[in-house]
């Protein structure tokens, strides 16, 4: 008797993948960001970012990210977003307590999750016309209240 169970399989492994969307293909490659982070009662600190992402099998986006700012050791995170429907992601950040969501806007993306320590992220990403540049701005509220802001540039490397 014939299995249908390989050839299912078969058939769902090897599905065509959507078109990569602004975020895959802006973050697949080497990035590099600049800025400066604004904590509340301790001022203003310089912050540059080096990511490298690829687009796995499965159509995620993996970013490894490496952050160092001003005054702080050296932070390293790994993203990895999946779509979840038109214009929405899920995924993972190391330092996230719990899942990330994202929703493309157009040229914008916007993804929200809490921190570890507590604090709820609300972070837009905008990519700018020319592909290779992009502004990041994010925003850690705790108990509803505005404790840091970031305001990064982000370039693709390669």
């Known amino acids: 008797m014939l299995s249908l169970t390989p050839i299912l399989a078969f058939?769902?492994?090897?599905?065509?993948?959507?078109a990569p969307s602004a975020l895959e293909r802006f973050f697949a490659g080497r990035t590099e960001g600049?800025?400066?982070v604004r904590i509340i009662l301790s001022g203003t600190s310089a912050v540059r970012t080096q990511g490298r992402g690829r687009i796995l099998a499965d159509g995620?986006?993996?970013?490894?990210?490496?952050?160092?700012?001003?005054?702080?050791?050296e932070r390293r995170r790994t993203w990895r977003m999946r779509r979840s429907g038109p214009g929405r992601y899920t995924g993972t950040i190391s330092d996230a307590r719990g899942p990330v969501s994202a929703e493309l806007h157009?040229?914008?993306v916007h993804v929200t999750y809490r921190t570890r320590e507590g604090y709820a992220v609300d972070q837009w990403i905008t990519f700018n016309g020319d592909g290779r540049t992009?502004?990041?701005q994010m925003t850690f509220r705790r108990m509803g209240v505005r404790v840091a802001t970031l305001q990064e540039t982000i370039r693709r490397v390669d």
């Open 34 to 36: 600049s800025g400066s």
């Open 134 to 136: 992009a502004s990041n």
């Open 11 to 18: 058939l769902i492994a090897f599905q065509p993948q959507p």
């Open 106 to 108: 157009g040229n914008r």
């Open 60 to 73: 995620s986006l993996h970013l490894d990210h490496v952050v160092n700012q001003e005054g702080e050791p």
